[in-house]
């Protein structure tokens, strides 16, 4: 894997299937678990493993969404780094769920996610040029996008991550990375600093939605030991 977040994600999913755990209850007395996850709701050293590791998946997804639209809209030399580390990402949360879900339906994620961004890019490459017709069409592609990527992911999981519940939180993501960038276009740069706060904070309780949705679906290998 190119990331250590990666790694360390597969490394927890693959314990998870394979070996039981062997750190004990006393190891997370102290551990803090931050906003929509109590202490009292995470059972077991696993589940607080998995819900770390998640959430930092996603909080990759919208910080290198974030420095992309930034070196877009600015023109900046980091835009093909920014990119190639965006995407990377995208690989990166494809392959996390392969230890569970199975190889084909990590690459099918990772693929949607990959034209997540791409059609993102060319929403900032369209509302930058004020080319409405191109906005219009890359817009629409990008919300058909979502709700298959929602869609997929209820496919997966449909008892805990219902179709109407993904498509609604995927639809919230690109609600707010639009509001994101058109204020970065705008310069009104205290809109921008409002709405990636929203962003981070819807993408957080997406991020547990989908751990909650995975210690449900194998409680087995999320028994407190």
Known sequence: MCSRIMSGLMIVLLALVTVPSVVGKNSRKSRTIPATISVAMVSSTKEAALHDAMRKLWEDHITWTRVFIVSAVADLPDKAAATERLLQNQVDIGNAIKPLYGEPAGNKLTALLKEHITTAA????????????????ANKRWFANADQIADFLSGANPKNWPQADMRSMMKEHLDLT?????????RDWAADVKA??????????????????????????FKSE
Do not use: C, W
């Open 122 to 137: 060319e929403v900032v490459a369209a509302a930058k040029a004020n080319d409405q017709a191109k906005l219009a069409d």
């Open 196 to 221: 990636y706060d929203s962003i981070h904070e819807q993408i957080l309780k997406m991020a547990d939605h989908l751990t909650m949705g995975i210690v449900k679906q194998f409680p087995e290998k």
């Open 178 to 186: 639009t509001q994101e960038a058109v204020a970065r276009l705008k």
